[in-house]
């Protein structure tokens, strides 16, 4: 149910307005955004007994001279700033406080708040710095490591939910960071993420390793067997360097499932090889590869990409041919699936992500502190993912026809 939502007088805002004669009379320490909130504050702390109004609470905004003169009270901490609230004593035993209970010193949604700016890459430092400059808020670093910490067991519970039994694709990709443990060393990331049959895009889980493993990727598709996935239509692997691994365990885990090399991450990767000039010349050479009719005519034009390139890039070509058994399964699937496996990888957005966090940190303090970062940044994307992805019934319809024998009753 929503909540009602009142009208403000036309007269009470002008009124309000009359003494604010710059933006700072509005919202700076002592400005009226700030005074509104506590004036607000006061009158909705207590409710109104019928028989006798209880003695209003003291509400007033932090100072060094307040905070040195009052010995009990309540600092409470929200988006508009602290202030500190003193109840003061009252004979009616049946007054509780309604808008702040016992004991709390923080809004609702105020560790929200320090989740959001921890997961931009932001350090305990920056967001004492950032709370003490926009609210004036004095935020200890122990509290804001308890609000942080307390994501662990949330971890724990999101990686261990129940998925679906059928996913039409699922992209897996891994991608490496730095973990400061004593000496830096890389951990590898591994990432899964699958469509569901509505269209939707859902983040399977985060997995860290020292290397690229085999005996990873099979212990990452055990877990989701383990979890109620139990077939798998297209698997999109990304072309990093165990990717041959990673399509032996998932022919292992899902017999039936057609691996399928992803085209975005290899033509990302051939990139790397070309300069800033070459680069929308050889994209186009690249895209008339996996755009073709068919198979045959795939490899007319990679001959052709070869005869042209080779002499100056010859690491582009021999990476297609060395992943071309994994990439000629795309041209078994009609146009509308094959948009799917290639234009709409959600891998990017997370990998774009990922790569910008890792940026930002140079490395993370422990694989601990990695993966609540991961979290918090893959929960912040999924909250953005609110839409199937794009022209999702069209590829629905064709992977009904595809895989009509595995397809669930609906």
């Known amino acids: 149910m929503t909540a009602r939502m009142h009208e403000v007088p036309d007269r009470l805002l002008t009124n309000l307005l009359d003494d604010c004669r710059t933006p700072e009379n509005f919202v700076d ?6 005074r509104i909130a506590e004036w607000l504050t006061k009158r909705a702390l207590y409710p109104q007994p019928r028989e006798r109004r209880p003695e209003k609470p003291v509400l007033v905004a932090k100072s060094d001279r307040i905070a040195r003169s009052i010995r009990s009270g309540t600092l409470l901490n929200g988006a508009v700033g ?6 003061t004593h009252t004979r009616h035993a049946n007054v ?20 959001s700016l921890y997961a931009r890459g932001m350090t305990v430092r920056e967001i004492q710095s950032h709370l003490q400059e926009m609210y004036g808020a004095d935020i200890s670093h122990g509290l804001i490591s308890s609000i942080t910490d307390a994501v662990v067991e949330e971890v724990k519970e999101w990686q261990s939910r129940p998925l679906d039994p059928v996913y039409p694709i699922v992209y897996l990709d ?13 951990r590898t990331v591994y990432l899964a993420i699958g469509v569901t049959l509505a269209g939707e895009k859902e983040v399977f889980g985060v997995w860290l390793a020292q290397t690229e493993d085999a005996d990873v990727c099979r212990q990452i598709l055990t877990d989701l067997r383990n979890r109620g996935m139990l077939d798998v239509f297209i698997a999109c692997v990304a072309g990093f360097k165990g990717s041959a691994k990673a399509i032996e365990a998932i022919q292992s885990a899902f017999p039936l499932a057609a691996v399928q090399i992803c085209i975005a991450s290899l033509v990302e990767s051939s990139m790397n ?6 680069r929308p010349a050889i994209a186009a050479d690249l895209k008339r590869i ?26 582009i070509s021999q990476s297609w041919r060395r992943h071309w058994q994994q990439l000629i399964p795309l041209f078994d699937y009609p146009a509308e699936i094959r948009k799917v496996i290639y234009a709409t990888n959600p891998m990017d957005t997370v990998n774009r992500s990922l790569r910008k966090l890792s940026k ?51």
Not at 29 to 34: D, N, R, T, V
Not at 82 to 87: D, E, I, Q, R, T
Request: aromatic share 10%; net charge positive; hydrophobic share 45%.
């Open 273 to 278: 090889y070309a300069s800033w000039k070459r």
């Open 96 to 115: 509780e406080p309604q808008l702040v209970p016992m004991h709390l010193t923080r809004w609702s949604g105020f560790d929200d708040r320090i989740l």
């Open 360 to 410: 930002q940190f140079g490395a993370f303090s422990s694989d601990e502190a990695l993966m609540k970062l991961l979290y918090l940044m893959l929960r912040s994307i999924g909250k953005k993912w609110t839409k199937p992805m794009r022209e999702w019934k069209t590829a629905l319809t064709r992977l009904a026809i595809q895989f009509e024998a595995r397809m669930p009753p609906s």
């Open 82 to 87: 602290p202030a500190l609230v003193k109840s």
């Open 290 to 315: 996996y755009a073709a009719a068919d198979a045959i005519e795939a490899e007319r034009c990679l001959c052709e990409f070869e005869a042209k390139w080779n002499d100056e890039l010859l690491p």
């Open 29 to 34: 320490e002592a400005g009226l955004l700030k």
């Open 174 to 186: 891994c991608i490496h960071v730095k973990v400061r443990e004593g000496a830096v060393r890389m």
